[in-house]
């Protein structure tokens, strides 16, 4: 099982190719060493869910949070 815990791009690398590079390469190595990837965007995510559809990703779940204050 191959699951991105962090992922963060700096700022003045965002909007090119750096996230994508970077979602290749975790692409290929879980290709490489796992039976299952999974990769999570949180709602507000910048990055379209399309980048994933293409490279054979599929929406398994849908995550809820009750925030209590």
Excluded: C
Excluded at 28 to 46: C, H, M, Q, V, Y
């Amino acid at each position: 099982l191959l699951t991105e815990t962090f992922w963060w791009i700096p700022e003045e690398y965002r909007g090119g190719r750096a996230g994508l590079l970077l979602l290749n390469e975790f692409t290929r190595i879980g290709k490489e060493k796992a039976d299952w990837i999974f990769f999570t965007l949180e709602e507000k995510s910048p990055v379209n869910n399309r980048a994933l559809l293409k490279r054979g990703y599929k929406t398994k779940e849908h995550i809820y949070m009750l925030e209590v204050q």
